[in-house]
């Protein structure tokens, strides 16, 4: 309906594929940033306050940054995304239409997959962006926003979102997945990516001492990346970061620092 209402009928069903894709992107990212932004910035800012990773507000010109170059994102997003159906229909694509075919399970558990692939293409992909070689060219956007807020979730360098898009034809090509399913982890990689950029820490001070906390990835760990440059490399998962000894040494303190703040010292 909302691609009926804003893409002209006459254009070229390409053109029409790759506006289409690149404005549901925006707009998933604008409704899920927009929302955390109003919640954490403006209608609980004072209640929320002593969690705030960084205490400082971002400022207005990182803010203008993030929001433009996501802009850039969700263009390019549509371009490998229209692309990369193009590609799926001359043949190669393990997308199917009817979720009988494979059954409930299976789409159950494709969307646990896709998170999983996503997570290890994202650790590696990061880790080699921090490479001196190629940071300026893939990462230093993204890493100008030392303070990051829930608009920085998409504010990524061309040559980065092309990466970051990759996860697309990897599942297109190699997974067999119905598009509702793809829909529900792009929900899921939305809202974990606004909520660690937002600035805000929301697990409970006794997560890192539990078997979740070993798991998980929490907003500290991501914000402490951006402080640091170095290190706390994951997205949704610790996995990979405990595996190959790239959490921030002081991770534990900082999230316990973040987590036990008083109003009253």
């Known amino acids: 309906m909302l ?14 594929m790759f506006v289409g894709i690149a404005l549901e992107n925006w707009i998933r990212y604008a409704l899920f940033a927009g929302i955390a932004w109003l919640l954490a910035y403006l209608l609980f800012k004072k209640r929320w306050w ?11 010109s990182d803010v203008r940054r993030e929001v433009k170059y996501s802009l850039l994102t969700a263009l390019i997003y549509g371009l490998v995304g229209s692309a990369t ?3 799926a229909r001359h043949g190669g694509s393990q997308f199917y239409g009817r979720i009988e075919s494979h059954g409930w399970a299976w789409f159950i558990g494709s ?9 290890t293409w994202f650790y590696w992909t990061h880790r080699l962006m921090h490479h ?25 360098a061309p040559l980065e979102a ?35 950029h937002t600035g805000y820490e929301y697990h409970p ?17 991501h914000v402490q990346h951006h402080e640091k440059m170095r290190g706390n490399y994951g997205l949704y998962f610790n996995v990979w970061d405990r595996l190959m000894g790239t959490n921030h ?16 010292p």
Not at 205 to 221: A, C, E, F, M
């Open 85 to 87: 159906i193009v590609l």
């Open 249 to 264: 040494r002081d991770y534990p303190s900082r999230f316990e620092e973040v987590t036990t703040r008083s109003r009253h």
């Open 3 to 16: 691609r009926e209402i804003l893409i002209p009928k006459g254009w070229p069903k390409v053109t029409q």
């Open 132 to 156: 001196r070689r190629l940071f300026r060219l893939f990462h230093r956007v993204h890493h100008e926003s030392t303070n990051p807020s829930p608009w920085a979730a998409y504010s990524f």
């Open 50 to 60: 002593l969690r705030k990773i960084i205490q400082r507000d971002p400022t207005s």
């Open 111 to 119: 969307i646990g997959i896709a998170i999983i692939v996503h997570d």
């Open 205 to 221: 001070r006794w997560l890192l001492n539990s078997w979740l906390g070993k798991v998980i990835n929490t907003p500290t760990h």
């Open 162 to 196: 092309t990466v970051q898009a990759g996860i697309f034809p990897l599942l297109v090509f190699t997974l067999p997945m119905h598009p509702l399913a793809f829909f529900a982890f792009m929900i899921w990689q939305i809202t974990f990516n606004v909520i660690g």
